[in-house]
């Protein structure tokens, strides 16, 4: 494990001659891009209602300082005050593109429980305060830098490089489907797509795991709705639809979903194993032995995130019959939270559902669209390359393949043809996250502005011929 104290003397080791990152003095970038970082979180982008336009004018005036074009995209689509952004670096080679991807809006933010404002962008402590300092606006303008900082380098491009800001992640998505909906010709010349949804872990002060984020669990969300006879309760007729519905949810809810190892969680799994003693550290280190042996499948079932991890989950939530202690009603219905692990055969499982419920007055609805599968491989070469740069950068970390209970926009990427890959350009503790990210005082460190800032520029340079 690495201590974060170490990582300053990391960061400051001299890289090899020939390396064209070595013409890049990422302490002088580190602090211009604390500047930027700061000016794009004064443009308030609280969605709703979103206001991205103003951002990508921001963006576009900060490359076009560099030369670089950059574009403001369906404005007509997403409405007043709204916009997505493309630029790009073109390559020579053949290989296609890579595209740094952020989402330009952020969540709202209640000014009185933050100790600075959450829009004056302040820089103090040696960190940039404000809403999105880490989702995402800190990851942009890490991306927007590293980008600008190659294009300085005169880094000859073997692959293009593209440059997204997209609107709306934060409530629709409306933004990143629009993008690969209106703009084929654009999507098609990218590969890679590298953005947020990830999880490297940093706990206490110790980098667990460098993660890179592969899949998501899909939310499909199901209103089941039961059909009978209204009639007085004094009288039952027999055809009770709560009755039939208390039925059903009792025969879902006791069915053992089937366990599935994927592997990118046997790969999760086995960074997790350094971390246990004894027996627990061997079930983490080969879940696929653990599962088959009794104990070993109980304990790793036991833990309620490894679960969720293992197999498709149903959870009962709203439910509604009559609204009087005395009538039967005509239906009643129960909200089933289901999430489906990142490569489920959705048929074959509704089919087994619907098996299960077993009463034809019984019928299922959906709740919401499904978003696109998300699942990516493992063995691509930028997969190899954030592998190789993890490991020169964090020495001795294991890599962590994570998949995401929450959503990101990757899914409509995947669906139009990219692969997709969450990283965290940042060491950040678990602890601080979870109360910054969507919460109070959110904020990024300067040195955590130059170890993004290399993660980017080095795995970029190695995706290069
Ligand atoms: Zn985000």
């Known amino acids: 494990m690495i201590r974060l104290s170490v990582l300053a003397l990391l960061l400051a080791a001299p890289l090899a001659a020939q390396d064209p990152a070595a013409a890049i003095d990422f302490a002088k970038l580190r602090d211009e891009t604390a500047e930027r970082l700061s000016e794009y979180i004064r443009i308030n982008t609280s969605n709703p209602p979103g206001n991205e336009l103003a951002a990508a004018r921001w963006l576009q005036q900060t490359l076009a300082r560099e030369g670089i074009e950059g574009t403001i995209l369906d404005t007509a689509e997403l409405g007043p005050g709204r916009a997505n952004f493309y630029a790009r670096l073109p390559g020579g080679g053949a290989g296609k593109g890579i595209a740094l991807v952020h989402h330009m809006d952020v969540v709202t933010a209640t000014p009185s429980q933050w100790s600075v404002d959450p829009f004056a962008g302040t820089i103090k402590d040696r960190q940039v305060w404000g809403r999105g300092a880490l989702d995402m606006k800190g990851h942009g303008i890490i991306q927007l830098m590293a980008f600008i900082a190659l294009r300085r380098a005169g880094v000859r491009l073997t692959r293009e490089l593209v440059y997204v800001g997209n609107a709306d992640e934060e409530i629709g998505g409306l933004g990143s489907r ?9 999507v098609a010349r990218i590969e890679y797509v590298l953005t947020e949804g990830s ?7 110790e980098v667990r795991w460098f993660g890179i984020g592969v899949g998501e669990k899909r939310t499909w969300w199901k209103r089941m709705v039961a059909t009978g006879t209204t009639s007085h309760g004094s009288v039952p007729l027999g055809d009770n639809p709560v009755d039939r519905l208390v039925g059903a949810l009792h025969r879902i809810t006791a069915w053992e979903t089937p366990v599935r190892l994927t592997p990118a969680v046997d790969r999760f799994f086995r960074a997790q194993s350094r971390d246990q003693t004894g027996e627990h550290r061997a079930w983490l280190a080969d879940a696929g032995a653990a599962l088959r042996n009794d104990r070993g499948r109980a304990w790793l079932l036991g833990e309620s995130g490894r679960n969720a991890l293992l197999r498709n989950t149903i959870t009962p939530t709203v439910l509604q019959g009559s609204d009087k202690t005395n009538i039967i009603p005509q239906e009643a219905s129960a909200e089933l939270d289901i999430r489906l692990l990142p490569d489920e055969d959705t048929t074959a499982f509704r089919r087994e559902l619907e098996r299960l419920i077993g009463d034809p007055k019984i019928r299922l609805e959906s709740i919401g669209d499904m978003a696109p599968r998300y699942d990516a491989p493992l063995d691509t070469e930028l997969f190899r390359a954030l592998e190789r740069v993890a490991r020169r950068l964090l020495p001795g970390v ?5 998949i995401s209970a929450g959503a990101t926009d990757r899914p409509y990427w995947t669906a139009a043809g990219a692969i997709c890959y969450g990283i965290d350009p940042w060491l950040v503790e678990l602890k601080e996250r979870r109360l910054s990210v969507h919460g109070n005082d959110e904020r990024l460190s300067l040195e955590n502005i130059e170890y993004g800032l290399r993660l980017y520029v080095e ?3 190695e995706m290069q011929d």
């Open 199 to 205: 999880d490297t872990r940093v706990e206490n002060g």
């Open 398 to 402: 294991p890599l962590a393949t994570t």
């Open 178 to 186: 629009t993008f690969v909906e209106k703009h084929p010709d654009l």
């Open 459 to 461: 795995t970029l340079l």
